[in-house]
């Protein structure tokens, strides 16, 4: 069973598109994650949800909505896409320390 | 500024020998540190986490230094196999909770044959 699994794999749309992706973890934690990773690899943390409700908001352009329906699922929707935001966004979860990452969605705005 | 960096984008080494790879952090007081490994096209895989109040962690070929005084980590891959060829990722917590954990930008180490 995949503890943290994130869909789709591949994201590929046009400037001005919606997108979202989706998250869920079986592991039973609280707190779930999303992060992206840019071009040169940085690992930049985006949200944190602890219990459906939102405990860290970085920097983030308000185009980027994350919805939690539960605590087992955390998705990430996107309005009006930006060459900028390609991306692979990575969703996580972990409790005490320790992170449990999804395989990542790698999304390219054309 | 808070800053984190590890000391090369790429490390080099020959099978059999030990890996080092350095994280230091500025600005920081973190509670703890984690190091990740993360192959090309997944996403980052727990290795280590160590305590402010450790000096030294390991597990297996594995061993991480924490100096919160230099304010630096060292990570060691002894007896390093192609195997762990891949970009390893040291990871803050400044919160205590891992819910603002901040990473490195990485060191991608490739172990010769």
């Known amino acids: 069973d995949t503890a943290v699994s994130q869909t789709p794999k591949y994201l590929v749309t046009q400037m001005g598109n919606d997108k979202s992706i989706k998250c869920e973890q079986n592991l039973g934690h609280d707190t779930m994650y999303w992060y992206k990773q840019d071009s040169k690899k940085f690992l930049k943390i985006m949200f944190s949800?602890?219990?459906?409700?939102?405990?860290i908001n970085e920097t983030v352009p308000n185009r980027f909505s994350p919805k939690s329906p539960d605590k087992a699922h955390l998705n990430l929707h996107i309005n009006s896409l930006e060459l900028g935001d390609s991306a692979v966004y990575f969703c996580?979860?972990?409790?005490?320390?320790?992170?449990?990452f999804g395989e990542g969605s790698r999304l390219t705005v054309l | 500024s808070q800053k984190i960096e590890q000391n090369s984008e790429a490390l080099n080494i020959q099978e059999g020998k030990t890996a080092t790879l350095t994280c230091n952090y500025t600005?920081?007081?973190?509670?703890?540190l984690q190091w990740y490994r993360q192959d090309p096209g997944r996403g980052p895989v727990f290795l280590l986490l160590i305590r402010e109040n450790e000096k030294e962690k390991r597990k297996e070929r594995l061993k991480v230094t924490f100096d919160t005084t230099l304010k630096q980590s060292l990570f060691h891959i002894t007896a390093s196999q192609p195997a762990d060829s891949a970009t390893y990722l040291c990871a803050l917590d400044i919160s205590g909770s891992a819910r603002q954990l901040t990473f490195g930008s990485g060191t991608q180490l490739t172990v010769l044959p």
């Open positions: 600005n920081y007081s973190p509670a703890y």
């Open positions: 996580a979860s972990g409790e005490a320390g320790e992170l449990f």
């Open positions: 949800y602890n219990n459906k409700e939102l405990i």
